[in-house]
C-alpha cells in the first residue's frame, strides 16, 4: 500500500494480511519464532520502566496538602500521564516493531537502532493520546464494590482498559504511519479526533477494537499475575521481613515509607 503523502486521501487501512487470529498466527508461524516476539524487547522494557517511573511519580505527589495528596484519582492521572509521554519513544517503537511482523522476513526495520536513525523526527506522533487514555485507566483507582478482592479488581480493571482500548488503537494507527518506510501505514490521519472519525465511518466498532480479545487476555494476566507474585515476594523480602499475611505487610511498608519521608524532610 503506497502513501501518496497526502493527509486524509489514501484508500482505507483494511489490514488485508490477517483476516482473524487465525490466519495472523499461521503467518507468524512461517516467520519463524521471532513472528511472535519482535519488539518484545522493547515491550518488557516499556512495562518496567513505565510502572517504576509512574510509582515514582506518584511517591512524590503524595506528600504534602495538596491536591494530588487529597485526590488519589489526580495523583494517578497525573503520574501515568507523565511516564507516558516521558517514554512515548518506546511505545512507538514497538508499534512499529510489532507491525511489521506481517512483512516477509521484517523487512521495514533491520534493527531498533534503525528505526530510530530513520524515524527520530516521527517519535512524537500519537504523543497526545496518552492523556486521555490515561484518565480512563486512572479510573480504576476509585472502589466501585462493596467489598474489594481479586475478582472486583480483575473486573475494574479489565473494564477500563476496554473502555480506553479504542484510544490505543487510534494511537498505534497514528505512530505507525510514514511515507519513510515501506510496509507502515499511509499518511491518512491528521490526529485523535480525526483519526475517530475516519475509523468510525470506515470500519465501524470492529476497527476500533480490532485485535480486543488478545489485549484482554494479555491484560488479564498483566493485571492479576504481577501484583500477586509482587506481594507474594515482598511476604518474604529481606527488607521487609516475613509476614503471614498481607495486611501486616502493608502496615510495615507503610511505616517505613513515612520514615524515609520523615528523614528526608529533616534533612532538607
Known sequence: MKASGQVGLNKPYRAPVYRNYLECIQGLYKQGLLGFYKGNGVRCAHVFLYQMFRNDVQGQLDWG???FKRNSFFRDFAAA???????????LVEA????????????????????????????????????????????????YFSSVNIYTYL?????????????????RRLECQTTARAGMLPLRYMGIIHCLGLMWREEGVKGLYRGYLAYLVATSVLVTLVPVTAELLMLKTPYYGNYEDTDELYKEVMKKNNSRHNNTTQNK
Open 65 to 67: 496538602n495538596n491536591i
Open 81 to 91: 500521564t507523565a511516564a507516558g509521554i516521558f517514554l512515548h519513544p518506546l511505545h
Open 96 to 143: 512499529r516493531l510489532i507491525l511489521q511482523n506481517r512483512l516477509p522476513n521484517f523487512s521495514s526495520y533491520k534493527s531498533i537502532w534503525s528505526l530510530f536513525m530513520s524515524s527520530y523526527r516521527e517519535m512524537l506522533k500519537g504523543i497526545t493520546a496518552h492523556i486521555p487514555r490515561s484518565f480512563l485507566i486512572s479510573l480504576t483507582g476509585f472502589n
Open 155 to 171: 473486573v475494574q480493571n479489565l473494564f477500563f482498559h476496554s473502555l480506553a482500548y479504542p484510544i490505543l488503537t487510534i494511537q
